[in-house]
């Protein structure tokens, strides 16, 4: 099996994408509770797909790159951007590429996902969450399941208005109402957090910590069952069916709990969709 997907291995890659949640709850954060206005989706999807390109001055890797090589594991990324209006109901296509040959074994397999963004406004409310294409009168969640399971909303998300459960640090948990908790840190107990990449961990009254929430994963499954009254979602209505991106990333995209490897559905993630996400990990 993926030997080489050792705590540390997972570590490292969770560290982006706490990175970026957190930047992007500071910019809602500030949006909501200083300017008092909205934010524009688009820019925080741009900024999203920037910081995960490593050719980008935006990119979030940084040391990570290194410290995996130390791990004997290579990571680029390419990053596709289209100005073509697509009708898959994704945003982002993510395409995750792993060539690692590790004595005895080989980890080898290409598997892709859709996803969906959506902003939580400065009521709590997350506009257009059940969109129809006009064009299909389907919803944005039926048009990506009509490709593949292996679809999701990213919900970037301002953490002023979540309440945030610290009882049991490093595991925290969103309270999302009626006896329901989403946990946003280490909910298996599988890490031993190395204190130098994430120092938050070890002092809940970080705000880093609240901004990990920045970006929340939502299977559109979970979207498309819901018998829908309006267009329109409230974030408290939604956070049951929600996990943090860095435990999706890490520990279910990379580790191949989700994911498709359909040629058709690789070909959707880079060419149907108006960014596409391509991550490649190999020995070199």
């Known amino acids: 099996m993926d030997s080489w997907l050792t705590n540390e291995v997972k570590q490292l890659l969770s560290k982006p994408c706490l990175d970026i949640s957190s930047v992007i709850a500071k910019r809602l954060n500030n949006r909501i509770q200083v300017i008092k206005q909205n934010m524009d989706e688009r820019a925080l999807t741009e900024y999203?797909?920037?910081?995960?390109?490593?050719?980008?001055?935006?990119?979030?890797?940084?040391?990570?790159?290194?410290?995996?090589?130390?791990?004997?594991?290579?990571?680029?990324?390419?990053?596709?951007?289209?100005?073509?209006?697509?009708?898959?109901?994704?945003?982002?296509?993510?395409?995750?590429?792993?060539?690692?040959?590790?004595?005895?074994?080989?980890?080898?397999?290409?598997?892709?996902?859709?996803?969906?963004?959506?902003?939580?406004?400065i009521n709590g409310e997350i506009g257009e969450f059940y969109h129809e294409v006009s064009s299909t009168k389907k919803t944005q969640s039926s048009l990506m399941l009509d490709i593949t399971p292996s679809s999701f909303y990213f919900i970037f998300t301002p953490s002023c208005l979540l309440d945030i459960d610290y009882s049991l640090v490093p595991v925290a948990s969103i309270n999302a109402g009626g006896g329901c908790q989403s946990p946003i840190w280490n909910n298996t107990g599988n890490f031993e957090y190395h204190q130098v990449l994430f120092p938050f961990l070890y002092n809940h009254h970080n705000d880093q910590i609240t901004s990990s929430t920045g970006i929340l994963v939502v299977p559109a499954l979970a979207v498309e069952a819901q018998n829908k009254k309006g267009k329109d979602a409230k974030l408290k209505d939604i956070l049951p069916n929600c996990m943090p991106l860095w435990y999706w990333f890490s520990e279910?995209?990379?580790?191949?709990?989700?994911?498709?490897?359909?040629?058709d559905v690789i070909d959707t993630a880079t060419n149907g969709v108006d960014f596409s996400v391509e991550i490649t990990l190999s020995n070199g």
Do not use: M
């Not at 945003?91 to 004595?103: E, L, S, T, V, W």
């Not at 080989?106 to 902003?119: A, D, M, R, T």
């Open 48 to 121: 999203l797909v920037d910081a995960l390109d490593t050719s980008s001055l935006e990119n979030v890797w940084g040391s990570i790159l290194e410290l995996l090589r130390e791990q004997n594991i290579y990571l680029h990324t390419n990053v596709r951007k289209s100005t073509k209006e697509n009708r898959t109901g994704a945003d982002i296509g993510i395409i995750i590429n792993r060539n690692i040959y590790q004595y005895p074994s080989k980890s080898e397999i290409h598997y892709g996902c859709l996803i969906q963004c959506k902003k939580v406004d």
């Open 252 to 263: 279910l995209l990379v580790a191949g709990f989700v994911g498709d490897s359909r040629q």
